[in-house]
Each structure stands twice: as C-alpha cells, then as structure tokens.
C-alpha cells in the first residue's frame, strides 16, 4: 500500500541543496493564508500544496466563470458547470493532490472586520487577490504582527512581485504609499491578462515562500521584480535603501488605517432598488475621459462632468467624479464588489 504521508514524496525536493530534510520538515510544519484563489492564487496553491506546506487556508469571495479557465490552472469545465466557489473548487482539487497536507477553504470578502482572524496562527500571508484595498489590509496585518507577507500582481503581459519581511525590508506603503484611485489602472477586464506571466510570477512567489517557511530566509530576493513577457524585458528595483528612511505611515508611525477602517470602501444594499451603492472612505477625483477609454471594449460608455455610465454582466454602472458607484442589477454585496474591483479597480 502506497503510504503519501511519508516524507519520500517530496526525496526531489529534499535532494535539493536549499531545502534538505530539515527544510522539507519545517515546511510541512508551517501555516500560510492564501488571500485570494484566482489566477495567481491557483498557481500558488499548486505549488505550495504539491511543496508540502503542512496547512493553507484558502479564502475568496467569488465563483467559477467560464473565463477564468483560461488562466486559473487548478479549475476545469466540471467546476464551472457545478457553480462551485473558487475556494471550495481549489481546496478539493489540493486535496486530491496532497491527502497528507490540512487545506482549508474559507468563501468570505476579506475585508477590515476579518482579516485579523484569517491570519491568526499563519507564518505566511500570500497575495493572490490582485486587489489594492486587500493588499494594503494585509499589509497593515502583517507589520502589526511582524509577518512576512509576498505581494504579487499580473495585468496584461506584465507582472510584478516583492517580499516583505516587517523590520527587515520595506513595507507595501514604504513602496506605494496609496492605492491607485479606482478606474486610474486597468485590470483584468478592461486590459486582459496572458497566462504565461501569471504563471512566471506566482511561481516566484511561490519560491519566496519556500525560502521562508524552510528557514532560509536570508535567501529571499530584497528587490521588486517586474517583467513582461510580451516585451521580453526585466527589471529588478532597488526598494532596500526606503527601508527607515520614508516617513511610512505604517512601518515607521505604526498607523494600521486600513484596518482601522480610515481607508478603503464601504457598500450598502439599497432598499427597494435592486442595487448596491460602493463608496470610498477616501474619495479621489476620477478622470472620466481615460476610464471611458478603457471601458470602452464593453460598448457605450456615457459621460458628463456629474457621472459615467455603462453595462456589463446584465448590471447599470454608473461612477461618480469620487470613485462611488451604484450598480444596479444586483443587491448581492459581495457580487457588487467583485463587479467593481472587475471594471473600475482597487
């Protein structure tokens, strides 16, 4: 009888000078937070399960859409067909490939009210979201309790990836202060997004994460990375010199204000309407001529000084000069956020 609990599964790895045996075990003791089960988080999984990471949370918000397939590698045609939530999908697919590992799947909105409990008892919290406010919540969680956390982000051909280890390399916010107002960066929607790239950067998240959770931290790259496969360029930033000398809110002041809830968006559920109307907490002037410019692959998009309107996915978007937009079509808040972060961004 095959035993796959046994540590000969992973002898390959072990093989391998920067894990060893006592690499391999450390691994199959630690605890990671995946944030997120789309395309990057698939890819994370994958890996980490197939790694031997001893338990990992898996937590999204959404479902299974024939246009994920494309990219998302631990789901297939079943999963759409079942309507099954992509955090449900990727925990039984984990399962089938890893039975000696606990993998946990948790369907929730990661927001400032649940973040601290789904990453208590983690070693690691890994970004999978492609969502700013998400990444800017972890990022306030894990300096608050010194853990390392992996950011990583796919659009189009390009990518780009960064370690942080609190106290030992710059903060998200030592890097990019703020997030990007909504409708100012494309996503997914308005910009597609390769496959390849996708797989390039959460592989080398995933390779961070076995650096750290095999104890080898030393190791880890120090630099954000950005590529584009279409390009075939490279870059790697220097982001080490920011570390204490910017005035960072976060990992200099200690101001946690996203998990304080001084930033970030808040949605209601309006009555009667079939509607649900998300605002931000900090309000940016939008520019409506570049946003119609990106939409515009969707079809009409209309606007004057006072809003901008278009469909998509049988809902009405219109989007104020703050970033506030109703949508119409939908009273489900979680669907409303998915549909916003899908269309406008943040």
């Not at 710059?170 to 996503?187: I, K, M």
Request: charged share 25%; net charge neutral.
């Amino acid at each position: 009888m095959i035993d796959f609990k046994s540590i000969d599964r992973y002898s390959r790895q072990i093989r391998f000078h920067g894990v060893g045996e006592e690499g391999q075990r450390k691994l199959l003791a630690s605890k990671v937070t995946l944030c997120g089960c789309g395309a990057l988080g698939t890819v994370l999984a994958n890996n980490l399960a197939r790694a031997g990471v001893g338990s990992i949370k898996v937590v999204d918000r959404d479902f299974i859409e024939p246009s994920n397939l494309q990219r998302q590698v631990l789901f297939d045609e079943n999963d759409v067909t079942e309507n099954l939530p992509k955090a449900e999908a990727a925990a039984r697919k984990l399962r089938a490939i890893n039975s000696a590992i606990n993998i946990e799947s948790v369907v929730t909105d990661i927001d400032r009210t649940n973040i601290e409990s789904l990453c208590e008892g983690s070693d690691l919290i890994l970004d999978g979201t492609d969502n700013f406010e998400i990444r800017y919540l972890i990022n306030d969680i894990a300096v608050k309790y010194n853990k390392p956390w992996i950011y990583g982000g796919v659009i189009g051909s390009n990518g780009m990836t960064m370690t942080i280890i609190p106290n030992q390399t710059p903060c998200l916010r030592c890097v990019f202060e703020a997030a990007p107002s909504p409708g100012s960066a494309d996503t997914c929607e308005t910009a597609g997004v390769l496959g390849p790239v996708v797989n390039i950067i959460a592989s080398m998240q995933a390779t961070e994460a076995i650096k750290i959770l095999s104890g080898k931290p030393e190791t880890i790259n120090k630099e954000l990375v950005q590529i584009d496969v279409w390009e075939n360029t490279y870059r790697r930033v220097k982001i080490a010199p920011l570390l204490g000398k910017v005035d960072c809110p976060c990992c200099k002041h200690r101001k946690f204000e996203w998990i304080d809830g001084e930033f970030g968006s808040q949605t209601t559920s309006l009555c009667g309407r079939n509607a649900v109307q998300i605002s931000n907490r900090t309000p940016n002037k939008l520019k409506f001529e570049d946003m119609a410019a990106q939409l515009k692959t969707l079809g009409d998009v209309s606007f004057n000084k006072f809003m901008l309107k278009f469909n998509a996915e049988d809902c009405e978007f219109t989007v104020f000069p703050d970033g506030r937009a109703i949508i119409k079509g939908t009273s489900d808040i979680d669907r409303a956020k998915t549909l916003y972060a899908r269309y406008i961004g943040h």
